[in-house]
């Protein structure tokens, strides 16, 4: 059998980006070890939304991308506006609170269009992400710029697309195979990986390793250890399978750590989501209507300004700051003025619903005095104005500690609601420090030969906070790169 030319760890969007790459780089074999049965296979990618943020100057320009889009969506170029790179940077920057490490983010923002223009040419199918980023505002669907078009049937499509490109061109796949170890030479050269398959463990050589095999968001362990309490009981969005071995194996030989360790993108979900990701019900245990009603803890505080920024600019924080919360439980309450705005999941929960407001505080299990006290504050304190969910409409409060600084309305409509939420990790943000050629680095700042990593392992990006369909685009950028490096490696 012929020598491997690659080895991919990994078999999420990253990692098979970099086996597509690699093999369209001339690699001739090229393996991808996935942890994962083939049931189970496809990493966080599976569970995604399939939504890709990246830059484009024109509405135009995602004419090509999703060539149906007019049939899907009448008028669809009306509700679209442009997505320059600097509104992609000023968007990473404001989110990272401006601690995004430069030379990556102009990697990831700069390479962004043409990468998904390379991933639809390898045959990944794109349409217009109609129920993440749309609002409708008369006959017209609002687009939240750079988060319009994802992968067709969402990450369930994308994570089954990657691994049909992959096998028709000839990479093999190896499911139920963990990478362990990494393996070395005497000058360092990284020669392949030592794993535990079925028959037990055993080397695989290879001339070049991707690692693209997630980050520790699945380790209770890890959790606690780098990102605090209350992480370790935190409910896990997507795959069991990412408890930080990639991660673990390039420390042992010397790789250099970057960006957030004590970092992570978690959501606001269902408080009775499952404790690991569900394949059926992917993302729809998202609840990220929140700007427009009330969060309360179950002191019956507000802690939160649900209208700060638009949900793709604050929910990917907002989940760990829940989780924070005493219980590490809220509860979103809404009136029916806006049940129209949320969003097609919060079908998959079970409001609490009722006719007046003291009546729906009564079967919450909050502090109801406060609770209720809470809302009766924030309704007296919102001020005069024209409530439009398609800008930052400063539509706020007035007096109030915490304000809400966008779409501020009264909750005096009936029927009243209330969802109650958690926060769930989707990744963790601390990685590996890796090159323009997703080369891993060491302790001694030089690239170790023979590694590359790719996907969440790619540590700097992203701090406190992130700009929603930004993993998917990263992972596809610096796994392009990986595969075409390694392959010539
Ligand atoms: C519910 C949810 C919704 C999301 N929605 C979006 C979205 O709409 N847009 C967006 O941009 N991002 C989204 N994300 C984030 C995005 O999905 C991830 O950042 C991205 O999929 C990560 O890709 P990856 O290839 O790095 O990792 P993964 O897709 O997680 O793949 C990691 C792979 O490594 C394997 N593995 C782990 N350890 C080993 C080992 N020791 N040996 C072999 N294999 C191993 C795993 O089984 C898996 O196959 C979402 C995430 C979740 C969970």
């Known amino acids: 059998m012929a020598e491997i030319d690659v080895i991919v760890v990994g078999a999420g969007n990253a990692a098979l980006a970099a086996a597509a790459s690699a093999r369209e780089q001339g690699a001739r074999r090229v393996v991808v070890l996935e942890k994962a049965t083939r049931e189970l296979r496809g990493g966080n990618t599976h569970y995604s939304g399939g939504l890709l943020r990246f830059a484009y100057d024109a509405p135009e320009d995602l004419r090509s991308l999703v060539p149906d889009a007019d049939k899907q969506v009448s008028g669809f170029y009306a509700g679209v506006e442009p997505y320059p790179r600097e509104a992609f940077r000023k968007d990473l920057l404001r989110v990272t609170e401006g601690r995004t490490d430069p030379e990556l983010a102009e990697i990831l923002i700069g390479r962004s269009q043409d990468t998904v223009r390379w991933m639809a040419r390898q045959g990944i199918a794109m349409e217009p992400a ?3 980023s749309a609002v409708r505002v008369g006959d017209i669907l609002k687009w939240s710029p750079g988060a319009v078009i994802r992968a067709r049937h969402e990450g369930v499509g994308l994570s089954a697309m990657w691994f049909d490109i992959v096998e028709a061109l000839g990479v093999e796949v190896r499911y139920d195979t963990s990478a362990v170890r990494l393996t070395q030479d005497a000058r360092g050269r990284v020669t392949g990986v030592v794993v535990r398959d079925g028959e037990g463990f055993h080397e695989v050589p290879g001339k070049a390793v ?4 997630g980050g520790f968001e699945a380790n209770p362990e890890w959790r606690a250890r780098y990102l605090g309490r209350p992480w370790d009981h935190a409910k896990v969005r ?28 978690s959501t606001p979900i269902d408080a009775g989501a499952p404790p690991h990701g569900d394949r059926k019900l992917t993302d729809k245990t998202n609840r990220l209507s929140y700007m427009y009603g ?5 002191r019956g505080r507000r ?21 924070n919360e005493p219980s590490g439980v809220a509860h979103q309450i809404f009136d029916s003025k806006v049940t129209g705005l949320l969003e097609g999941r919060y079908k998959t929960g079970q409001p609490l619903v009722a006719d007046t407001l003291r009546q729906l505080v009564e079967q919450l299990p909050v502090d109801r005095v406060s609770c209720l006290e809470t809302i009766e504050r924030y309704n007296a304190a919102v001020e005069e104005g024209r409530f439009d969910p398609t800008i930052r409409d400063g539509l706020r409060t007035k007096g109030l500690d ?7 309305q009264r909750l005096d409509t009936p029927p009243f609601m209330a969802y109650p939420v958690t926060g769930g990790i989707t990744f963790s943000f601390g990685g ?21 990593a790719c996907g969440e392992m790619v540590g700097g990006l992203f701090h406190t906070n992130y700009p929603g369909g930004t993993g998917l685009v990263s992972g596809a950028v610096f796994g392009r790169l990986a595969g075409a490096h390694a392959a010539g490696a």
């Open 238 to 265: 997507g795959t069991r399978y990412n408890t930080g071995d990639g991660l673990r194996m390039a420390l042992e030989i010397g790789a250099l750590p970057h960006g957030q360790w004590t970092g992570c993108h």
């Open 402 to 408: 915490l304000p809400k600084s966008n779409w501020a």
């Open 303 to 323: 802690f939160f300004d649900e209208g700060e920024d638009f949900q793709f600019y604050t929910y990917a924080k907002l989940g760990g700051i829940i989780l």
């Open 210 to 213: 991707v690692l693209g095999c």
């Open 294 to 298: 009330v969060l309360v803890n179950v």
């Open 130 to 132: 109609v129920s993440l």
């Open 432 to 452: 590996l420090r890796v090159n323009e050629r997703a080369q891993v680095i060491t302790t001694s700042w030089t690239p170790v030969p023979g590694l590359y």
